[in-house]
């Protein structure tokens, strides 16, 4: 029995450079996410509920739902920057496309979200130790005084405040375009989040720009009852997809220049191409190589010892005999 060998793991293609970016083109990818977001309002608003139920299902789950909802979050946003292409290519957007995230990148997206649970389980560690150190030197200072242990261990909390805000930032920076690159350029997770955090210290300013956009946003998307995150969700994954391609574009090659022009042409005239000259088709070799060989004979010219009238004897050729020592018979005999 003829065991079956499963096909090759096609490898990886290789990861896009992010490219510089404007800090105002911030305003450019947000207004790219509300032209991509009316394009479909009725479909993306329903995406966006079907979006928030999910994760708000995933996180009633018994002992496993505060680890569910950063798990499963880099799938449905996959799912939503596939729309945003299919939009952007001209084609219909429909509901299911939320889910093909899980469909064609289902193991490398979850990686990616469980990397997003352990970045954000190290950043409480490291924040609870540094700020619970401080409030334990404060409590231990507040024996001697409880003014000063209170503002030691004020201070210890604002610190450990700090430290998780920070780190939870430099997360976040790797989280960004991590979705995106795995879903549309098939990166694998951990090259994702190193390109996705490389793509925003590199253009540091565009992204604190769009940072604080989108935190105005979501305080004014909050106010009718947050039925303003139904449209600021999909926004936000438009304007993603918009930073993704103009992060993240391809560059192409640089156009050939044009030939020079030749000596004496303006710049509004065409110059006409140079005549092919031709060689001019050689002879025939004649039947015998040695007749073309020979040079040509003298034209007949009057002979010093020949009297007038008389005709002198024709030049031998290379074919014809010599001459006989006798005289011609034409010869005037001597005196």
């Known amino acids: 029995m003829n065991a079956t060998l499963p096909p090759p793991r096609r490898p990886h293609p290789p990861p896009p450079a992010p490219g510089d970016v404007v800090p105002g083109h911030a305003l450019d990818w947000l207004a790219a996410g509300w032209r991509i977001f009316m394009r479909a309002p009725l479909v993306w608003a329903l995406q966006a509920l079907i979006f928030f139920v999910i994760l708000a299902a995933l996180g009633m789950v018994p002992f496993l739902g505060w680890a569910a909802a950063p798990v499963t979050l880099p799938v449905l946003v996959a799912g939503m920057l596939s729309g945003a292409r299919t939009l952007d290519r001209g084609e219909r957007l429909h509901v299911g496309q939320l889910f093909d995230g899980l469909r064609q990148h289902a193991g490398n997206l979850l990686l990616v979200g469980l990397f997003h649970l352990l970045g954000l389980l190290l950043a409480a560690l490291a924040a609870a130790a540094i700020g619970g150190s401080a409030m334990l030197t404060g409590a231990a200072a507040g024996a001697l005084g409880a003014i000063a242990g209170a ?152 002979h010093p010892d020949l009297a007038p009238g008389s005709t002198p004897a024709p030049a031998p050729g290379p074919e014809s005999d010599p001459a006989p020592d006798s005289a011609p018979a034409d010869t005037p005999p001597k005196p």
């Not at 989280?175 to 098939?186: G, K, Y």
């Not at 000596?263 to 006409?272: D, F, K, L």
Request: hydrophobic share 60%; proline share 14%.
């Open 151 to 302: 503002g030691v261990a004020a201070g210890g909390m604002m610190l450990g405040v700090v430290v998780f805000t920070v780190l939870w930032a430099l997360l976040m920076m790797a989280l960004w375009f991590a979705p995106a690159l795995v879903m549309l350029h098939e990166v694998a997770p951990l090259d994702a989040m190193r390109l996705s955090a490389r793509a925003c210290f590199h253009n540091l300013l565009a992204f604190v720009v769009l940072a604080a956009l989108l935190y105005v946003l979501v305080w004014v998307a909050m106010i009718p009852a947050g039925l303003g995150m139904l449209v600021l969700v999909p926004m936000i994954a438009g304007a993603l997809y918009a930073a993704w391609k103009e992060t993240f574009s391809p560059l192409l090659p640089a156009p050939a220049a044009p030939p020079a022009p030749a000596a004496g042409a303006t710049s509004g005239e065409s110059v006409p191409p140079a005549p092919v000259l031709l060689a001019p088709a050689a002879d025939p070799a004649p039947d015998d190589a040695a007749t073309s060989a020979a040079p040509p004979a003298p034209e007949p010219g009057p």
